[in-house]
T-cell receptor, first 116, second 111 residues
Framework: EAQVTQNPRYLITVTGKKLTVTCSQN?????MSWYRQDPGLGLRQIYY???????DKGDVPEGYKVSRKEKRNFPLILESPSPNQTSLYFC???????????????FGDGTRLSIL | KNQVEQSPQSLIILEGKNCTLQ??????????LRWYKQDTGRGPVSLTI?????NTKSNGRYTATLDADTKQSSLHITASQLSDSASYIC??????????FGAGTRLAVHP
């Protein structure tokens, strides 16, 4: 089954304790992206990757890191989490990130992070 | 400023009724417009994608329309079902493949 898998689904942690949210897709997609979703706001892009070893900042990259060492995986790293990073996070992938592409993005089921 | 605004914020309808959700955007340049459905506790799922040359696109009981001149789109749901209860998100792709998301319309279908 084609899917984007995120882990963990839920995490409660404390300020400053490094954490990693994993994302894996089995569709051989080139493009992957991380978003955060906060109440009353649309999804906001954190980082994206057009292909292996190619990553770029989205709208709200501060406090986050990513890597794309292999095509299927795109982990999101919070080196020193803070309470304002409490949010619902989504990983997404699509076959291409090229302009004018009509390919949809496939989303994972989300990771709810609470930073105390 | 590139923005996508959706209305209403929330909507309650009875099962079997039709409804229409609105999306207005100020994104330029414009590549395409997408509607996604997001069930509670799940990630968004694509319903339709339209380019500037497409006026309408259907996916089962969902029909999206696009007026590129007025920069408006609508999503019409016919004969609603309880399973249609979800948030519906309008997403516009602008320059450099930038995605701009609306805040969504939360739809509740009651029996």
């Amino acid at each position: 089954e084609a899917q984007v898998t995120q882990n963990p689904r839920y995490l409660i942690t404390v300020t400053g304790k490094k954490l990693t949210v994993t994302c894996s897709q089995n569709m051989n997609h080139e493009y992957m992206s991380w978003y955060r979703q906060d109440p009353g706001l649309g999804l906001r892009q954190i980082y994206y990757s057009m292909n292996v070893e190619v990553t770029d900042k989205g709208d709200v990259p501060e406090g986050y890191k990513v890597s794309r060492k292999e095509k299927r995986n795109f982990p999101l790293i919070l080196e020193s989490p803070s309470p304002n990073q409490t949010s619902l996070y989504f990983c997404a992938s699509s076959s291409t990130g090229r302009q004018y592409s009509n390919q949809p993005q496939h989303f994972g089921d989300g990771t709810r992070l609470s930073i105390l | 400023k590139n923005q996508v605004e959706q209305s209403p914020q929330s909507l309650i309808i009875l099962e079997g009724k039709n409804c229409t959700l609105q999306c207005n955007y100020t994104v330029s340049p414009f590549s395409n417009l997408r509607w996604y459905k997001q069930d509670t506790g799940r990630g968004p799922v694509s319903l339709t994608i339209m380019t500037f040359s497409e006026n309408t696109k259907s996916n089962g009981r969902y029909t999206a329309t696009l007026d590129a001149d007025t920069k408006q789109s609508s999503l019409h749901i016919t004969a609603s079902q309880l399973s249609d209860s979800a948030s519906y998100i309008c997403v516009v792709t602008g320059g450099y493949n930038k995605l701009i998301f609306g805040a969504g319309t939360r739809l509740a279908v009651h029996p």
